[in-house]
C-alpha cells in the first residue's frame, strides 16, 4: 500500500518530467506555429485540437509541463534554501528575537502563498518566470522557516545536543552534524508538499494574469484563454486541467511515499 | 484564564503594529509614483508636485510612517486613488460578499469533513477507506479555479441550473439573488477545502482511536459510537481546531480565485483591481483589513484550544513549542 | 477569451475630433438608432432593464478620468450635451435650440431649449452650460476633451438662456465636439460619485465592483423613455459576462467580445444578435520618433510581413473588417487601402534588407495584459519571426500604458485598440504617443478643421488618410464588429454604440 503511493507518485512525475523534456527535443507540432484552422476539433494531425491561431493545442499543453516543472522545483529550492537558514539561524538566536520571529511567521503563514506571491508580483516592474518562482518561492520559505525552526529547537533541546554544546562545538560544526541530518528527512517532506502547492500557485497566478508573459503558455494561461471558448472546445479546459492535477497528485503521491518511507510510525498523519 | 487572556490580547495588538510596519514598508517597495498614479495621463509637473503634497509622499520617511499610524488609529483608510471615494466604506461593501463565502465554504468543509474523515480513519485500512483518502488526496492537487470553471460550465451554462457568475445588485436586500449567487462559489470552495481538512480529521482521529483512554472507555463497555462521541471528539477536535484556524484565514485571503472565476464583487477582486490600477490606499486598506481578520481568527483559536483543553490552561506555551 | 483585470478597453484620449454639424454621414446599420426605433406595442414601458457590461467606470465624472464605462452609462442617459452624437454618426441638437454662426466662422451664438430642469430641481441656465464647458477645458481636468476644445477664446452668458462662444480660429467640429460635454448643474459637487443633469435618468446607486442603477426622472423635459430605468450590472471576464446573460441574469450585453461566445447565442431562439459597426481599431503602434521605425521602408515591412486576414479570423472568426489605415467605413474620409502594404513577405524581407536590417531586427511590443492583445501579440511574434525580425512581449495594466506609453512615451511598439470616432486627426499632433511626424499631414488636418465646408474637410482628410496609409504610420489590423446580444423581446437599443455610448431610452422589454 505504501509503496504503491511512491509508485504513483514515481510514475505520474516521472511521466511529466518525461514530458517536459521531450518537449526540448520533440513535440507533436511547433507549439508556435499557425499550422490549424481556428478551434479545430481533436483530429488524427491535431490531437487535442487547436487554439483560437490554429496552433496544436497538445504541444502547448506538453510545453505547460516543462513550466509547471520549473516554476515549481525554482520555488521550492529557492523556498528551502530561504527558509531552512532563516529558520535554523532563528532557533539559535536570542529568546526575546527567537519569539519575534516566531510571532512574524505565524503572522506571514496565516498569508496564503497566492495572496503573498501576488503582491511580489505587483512589486516587480515586468513579469516573468523568474517573478513567478520568487513570489512563489520568498511565499514558501515562511512555511519552511517556520518548521525548520521549530525542529531545529527541538533538536538542540536533545541532551546529547547539549553536551556537545557545553564540550565547545561551534555552532556551525552542530549545525552540519547534528541538526541539519536530523531536521532534513523531514523537512524534505514538506518540500515535497509544497512542490505542489507551487505548481497550483504558479497556475493560479497565471490564471489571474499575473503570470509569466507569452509565448511563456503556462496551463493557467491556458484555462484562461480557454474559459470563454468552452462551448466550442471544451477540452481546452479539460486538458490543461488533468495535466495539472497529474503533476500535483503525483507529487503529492511523492511526498506521502516519502514521508512513510522516512518515518513509518507516522503513517497517514499530517 | 483572564491573565492568558490579556496577555494573548497585548500580542495581538503588538502584531497589529508589526503588521502595520511591514505593510508601509512593502507598500514604498512598489514600482511608480503613487502621485503618479493618483493623476494618470497628462498631469503637468506642478500637478504632480501637488498631488505628493495632498498625499504626503513628500514627506521624510519617518513622518510620512507616523501620518501612516495616526490615520490607521483613527480607522482612516484614507481614498481610493481611482474612485476617490473613502477605502473602508468599500472594504465594508466588499465583505458583505466575502464574509459569507467563506463562512458557508468553511461551514460546509467541516461539515462533510468531520464524518467523512472520522470514517476514514475507522475504515483505515480497507477499500472504503483508501476511497476517501483518495477523494482527499484528490481534492487537494485540484485547483480551486479550475473547479470553478467546470462546475459553471456543467451546472450553470449547460445544465442551466443556477446563475454562472455576479451578484445581485441589491447585495442582500435581495436575499434569494444573493444566496443563488453564492452556491456555486461556496460548492466550489467546500469541495476543494473540505478534502484538506478531511486529512486532518483523519489523523487526529487515528491518534484519538488509538489511544489509551479510547480503549479504557470501551473496555469499560462504552459502544464505539458512544465512546467516540464522549472522548475522540473532544480530544480529537484539538489539533484539528487550530489547522481550522489558518485554513479558515487562507480562504479569506484566498477567496480573490474563486471571485474572479464567479465574478463577484468581493475583497478579493477588489485587491486584484487595486494591484492592477496601483491604486495603493485599496491595497492598503485592504491587507490592512485581512491581516486582522487574519490576526483575530489566531486569537480566536488559540482561545478556543484554552478553553477546550484544561492541560494546556495550566502550560505557558502553545502546544509544539 | 477573458479579459483580464482592469479590462478597461483604452478609450485613447478623445482629443480634436472632427465633423461637425456633419449631416452628412447618416449611416442606417443594423436597426437604425434607438430614437428612430418605435417600441414594441407589447413592450412593459415599467420594465428595468438589465444591461451587461465588461466597462465599470472608475468614478462617475468624465473629466476625472472616468474611462469609457461612464460614457456608456451616462451620456445622453443622464446628461444631456448641447449636441449629441446619435449612434448612426450624425450631430444633432440636444440642450441647444438653436445655433447661430458668424460669417467669419468665429463666434457661436446657442439659444438653450427653455422649461429644462437638473435632477436636483435647479432649471438649466446658460451660467451652467459656460461652467460645464469650462470643468473640461480647465487646468486640472483630466478630460481627453480637453485639447479640442482649445480653440474657445471666450465663453459669455448675454441672458439666461444664451451662450456666445467666441473661436481663436474657425472649428469647422465645434458642434461635434460639444456632443461630448456634459451639461451639468453649476452648483453640483463631487461629481466622481454623484450625477446632477438634465437626462431622463437619474442615478439612484452605484456599487462599486457590481452595479450602477438608473431611475426615471420624473421631471425630464422631454418624452419618457420607453422602459422604467437600466441597471449596468459589471463584469470583469467576458465569459462570465455571456453566462450572465444566458442565466438571464441580464437582458442584453452591449459588446460581445469574441465570436465564440456568440456561439452559444447563435442558433438559441431565446436571443436576437445584432451586428453593427463599431469605431474600434486594433493596432500596433510604432514609436515613430526612433529608431528603426523612423525609417518608412522599416514600417512598410513590418505592415506587409502580417497577414492580418488571417489575425482577424484568429480572433473574430467571419466578423470584423480588415482595414488599410486608420479610418473605419463610417467615417465620410474612408478609402479602401488594404492594398497599401498588402500581406507580402517576400516583399517585407527586401525592404528589410534594402532599410539595411537584412541580418535581422529585435524589437519589443508593449501588450495591454487583457484579451485580445496578448494572443494577438503572439500571433505578430510568430509573423515577424518569418522574416527574420524577433519580438519580445511585455506585458502591462491598462494604468502603465497610460504612463509608460501614453504619457512618457517609453516604448518601442504597443499594442492598443482605439474606441473613438473620426480620430484620424492623432495624427496631426506630433506629440501623440505614437509621434508620427508628417508635416503634409499636419498641415492637412489642420486646414480640414478651419474648412468652411464639408465637403472641403473631407477632401483634405481623405489626403491625410492616403498619406498615412502609404507612410505605414502605424499597423492598423482590424476594425471590431459591434454585437449586441439580447433576450428576445428586447427592442430599441442602439446597435453601433459609437464612442461607447449606449443610449437607453428608446429599449424596451416586453
Not at chain 2, 3 to 19: D, P, Q, W
Not at chain 2, 253 to 261: C, I, N, P, Q, W
Request: glycine residues 8%; hydrophobic residues 50%.
Amino acid at each position: 500500500m505504501k509503496r504503491l503511493t511512491l509508485r504513483l507518485g514515481l510514475l505520474l512525475v516521472g511521466f511529466n518530467l518525461a514530458v517536459g523534456l521531450l518537449t526540448f527535443f520533440w513535440t507533436p507540432h511547433d507549439p508556435g506555429a499557425m499550422i490549424g484552422g481556428r478551434l479545430s476539433p481533436p483530429s488524427w494531425t491535431h490531437w487535442a485540437g487547436t487554439d483560437r491561431l490554429g496552433r496544436d493545442f497538445l504541444s502547448q499543453v506538453m510545453v505547460g509541463a516543462r513550466i509547471a516543472l520549473l516554476v515549481g522545483a525554482g520555488a521550492t529550492l529557492l523556498g528551502g534554501a530561504v527558509g531552512i537558514s532563516l529558520g535554523v539561524l532563528a532557533a539559535y538566536a536570542r529568546r526575546g528575537l527567537d519569539d519575534a520571529f516566531a510571532a512574524a511567521l505565524d503572522i506571514l503563514i496565516a498569508f496564503p502563498t497566492l495572496l503573498l506571491a501576488m503582491l511580489v508580483v505587483a512589486a516587480s516592474e515586468t513579469a516573468s518566470l523568474g517573478t513567478a518562482i520568487l513570489a512563489i518561492g520568498l511565499a514558501m520559505s515562511a512555511i519552511i522557516a517556520r518548521l525548520a525552526r521549530i525542529l531545529t529547537k527541538r533538536v538542540l533541546a536533545q541532551d546529547y545536543v547539549t553536551a556537545a554544546r557545553c564540550s565547545g562545538l561551534s555552532w556551525a560544526r552542530l549545525t552540519r552534524t547534528h541538526v541539519l541530518p536530523n531536521i532534513l528527512p523531514t523537512l524534505a517532506v514538506a518540500l515535497a508538499a509544497q512542490f505542489g502547492l507551487a505548481v497550483i500557485a504558479e497556475a493560479s497566478l497565471s490564471y489571474l494574469g499575473l503570470g509569466a508573459p507569452p509565448p511563456n503558455a503556462s496551463w493557467g494561461t491556458l484555462l484562461q484563454q480557454a474559459q470563454s471558448t468552452v462551448h466550442r472546445a471544451p477540452i481546452g479546459v479539460i486538458l490543461p486541467g488533468l495535466a495539472l492535477v497529474s503533476l500535483v497528485l503525483g507529487i503529492n503521491f511523492l511526498a506521502d511515499g516519502l514521508r512513510d518511507l522516512l518515518d513509518p510510525e507516522r503513517e497517514g498523519a499530517e | 484564564m483572564t491573565r492568558y487572556l490579556l496577555r494573548r490580547s497585548f500580542v495581538l495588538a503588538l502584531s497589529l503594529i508589526a503588521a502595520g510596519l511591514a505593510l508601509f514598508v512593502l507598500l514604498r517597495l512598489l514600482p511608480g509614483d503613487p502621485a503618479a498614479a493618483l493623476l494618470g495621463v497628462g498631469a503637468t509637473e506642478a500637478q504632480i508636485a501637488a498631488a505628493r503634497a495632498q498625499i504626503g509622499s513628500d514627506l521624510p520617511i519617518p513622518a510620512q510612517f507616523a501620518r501612516f499610524m495616526t490615520d490607521l488609529a483613527r480607522f482612516d483608510l484614507g481614498e481610493s486613488f481611482v474612485t476617490q471615494a473613502p477605502v473602508l466604506p468599500e472594504i465594508g461593501r466588499r465583505l458583505q460578499v466575502t464574509l459569507p463565502l467563506t463562512l458557508a465554504a468553511f461551514l460546509l468543509a467541516i461539515l462533510v469533513a468531520t464524518p467523512l474523515g472520522i470514517l476514514a480513519a475507522l475504515w483505515a485500512g480497507d477499500w472504503r477507506g483508501t476511497l476517501l483518502s483518495g477523494f482527499s488526496q484528490l481534492g487537494l492537487a485540484v485547483p480551486v479555479f479550475w473547479i470553478g470553471i467546470l462546475l459553471v460550465w456543467v451546472l450553470a451554462v449547460n445544465l442551466r441550473l443556477l446563475p454562472a457568475s455576479g451578484f445581485p445588485m441589491r447585495g442582500w436586500e435581495d436575499p434569494a439573488g444573493s444566496f443563488r449567487a453564492l452556491i456555486l462559489p461556496v460548492l466550489t470552495i467546500a469541495l476543494v477545502m473540505s478534502a484538506s481538512l478531511m486529512r486532518y480529521v483523519r489523523s487526529a482521529a487515528l491518534d484519538v482511536l488509538g489511544s489509551d483512554y479510547l480503549r479504557n472507555a470501551r473496555a469499560l463497555g462504552a459502544s464505539l459510537p458512544e465512546a467516540i462521541r464522549r472522548h475522540a471528539l473532544r480530544n480529537g477536535a484539538l489539533p484539528v481546531i487550530s489547522v481550522l484556524g489558518i485554513e479558515l484565514a487562507t480562504t479569506l485571503l484566498g477567496a480573490v480565485v474563486v471571485e474572479r472565476v464567479f465574478a463577484l464583487p468581493g475583497l478579493g477582486s477588489m485587491l486584484l483591481l487595486a494591484i492592477q490600477q496601483r491604486d495603493y490606499p485599496s491595497v492598503q486598506g485592504v491587507l490592512l483589513v485581512s491581516t486582522l481578520m487574519v490576526l483575530l481568527i489566531g486569537f480566536a483559536a488559540d482561545v478556543l484550544q484554552r478553553l477546550i483543553d484544561p492541560r494546556l490552561r495550566e502550560r505557558g506555551r502553545r502546544p509544539g513549542e | 477569451m477573458t479579459s483580464p483585470l482592469a479590462p478597461r478597453r483604452l478609450s485613447v484620449s478623445r482629443r480634436a475630433l472632427l465633423g461637425g454639424m456633419a449631416g452628412s454621414v447618416l449611416l442606417r446599420v443594423g436597426l437604425s438608432s434607438a430614437q428612430a426605433q418605435s417600441a414594441d406595442p407589447a413592450a412593459d414601458p415599467d420594465a428595468v432593464i438589465r444591461i451587461g457590461s465588461l466597462y465599470e467606470p472608475q468614478n462617475l465624472d468624465n473629466a476625472a478620468g472616468a474611462g469609457q464605462g461612464v460614457s456608456e452609462a451616462f451620456n445622453d442617459n443622464v446628461y444631456e450635451g448641447l449636441f449629441r452624437l446619435t449612434d448612426a454618426g450624425s450631430v444633432e441638437p440636444v440642450l441647444a435650440e438653436s445655433h447661430e454662426v458668424s460669417e467669419d466662422g468665429l463666434t457661436h451664438l446657442f439659444t438653450l431649449r427653455p422649461g429644462v430642469r437638473f435632477h436636483s430641481g435647479g432649471a438649466l441656465t446658460s451660467a451652467d452650460v459656460k461652467h460645464s464647458i469650462e470643468r473640461v477645458t480647465a487646468e486640472a481636468s483630466r478630460s481627453s476633451r480637453k485639447r479640442s476644445l482649445s480653440t474657445i477664446a471666450a465663453i459669455e452668458t448675454p441672458d439666461e438662456l444664451t451662450v456666445k462662444i467666441t473661436l481663436s480660429r474657425r472649428s469647422i467640429s465645434l458642434p461635434y465636439n460639444l456632443s461630448y460635454v456634459w451639461i451639468v448643474n453649476h452648483e453640483a459637487k463631487d461629481l466622481t460619485s454623484t450625477a446632477d443633469g438634465t437626462g431622463p435618468y437619474r442615478l439612484a446607486d452605484w456599487r462599486r465592483g457590481s452595479a450602477l442603477a438608473l431611475d426615471l426622472f420624473a421631471d425630464y423635459w422631454g418624452e419618457r423613455p420607453a422602459n422604467g430605468g437600466a441597471v449596468f450590472h459589471y463584469f470583469t471576464e467576458a465569459a462570465a459576462l455571456d453566462n450572465a446573460l444566458l442565466t438571464d441574469a441580464v437582458d442584453l450585453v452591449s459588446s460581445v467580445q469574441s465570436p465564440d461566445a456568440l456561439a452559444q447565442f447563435e442558433g438559441d431562439p431565446r436571443f436576437t444578435i445584432a451586428e453593427g459597426l463599431s469605431t474600434t481599431k486594433q493596432l500596433l503602434a510604432w514609436n515613430d520618433r526612433i529608431a528603426p521605425f523612423d525609417d518608412v521602408r522599416v514600417r512598410s515591412a513590418l505592415a506587409k510581413a502580417v497577414d492580418k486576414d488571417r489575425l482577424r479570423q484568429a480572433i473574430w472568426g467571419d466578423r470584423g473588417i480588415v482595414l488599410g489605415s486608420f479610418t473605419p467605413p463610417t467615417d465620410p474620409w474612408f478609402v479602401d487601402l488594404t492594398a497599401v502594404n498588402a500581406h507580402d513577405p517576400e516583399g517585407a524581407r527586401a525592404l528589410l534588407a534594402e532599410a539595411g536590417h537584412a541580418e535581422g531586427l529585435r524589437f519589443t511590443i508593449d501588450t495591454p495584459n487583457y484579451d485580445p492583445h496578448p494572443i494577438t501579440a503572439e500571433f505578430l511574434k510568430a509573423e515577424y519571426a518569418k522574416v527574420g525580425v524577433t519580438v519580445d512581449i511585455n506585458l502591462i495594466t491598462a494604468n502603465e500604458w497610460y504612463t509608460k506609453i501614453y504619457q512618457q512615451k517609453n516604448f518601442q511598439a504597443t499594442l492598443q485598440e482605439h474606441v473613438n470616432h473620426r480620430d484620424i486627426v492623432f495624427y496631426g499632433d506630433p506629440d501623440f504617443y505614437w509621434g508620427y511626424d508628417d508635416p503634409e499631414v499636419i498641415r492637412l488636418i489642420a486646414d480640414a478643421e478651419a474648412s468652411a465646408t464639408e465637403e472641403e474637410q473631407t477632401e483634405k482628410l481623405r489626403q491625410a488618410n492616403i498619406l498615412i496609409a502609404e507612410g505605414a504610420a502605424t499597423n492598423w489590423f482590424y476594425l471590431n464588429p459591434q454585437i449586441v446580444v439580447s433576450k428576445v423581446g428586447v427592442s430599441g437599443y442602439p446597435v453601433n454604440g459609437l464612442n461607447a455610448q449606449f443610449f437607453l431610452r428608446g429599449v424596451a422589454k416586453a
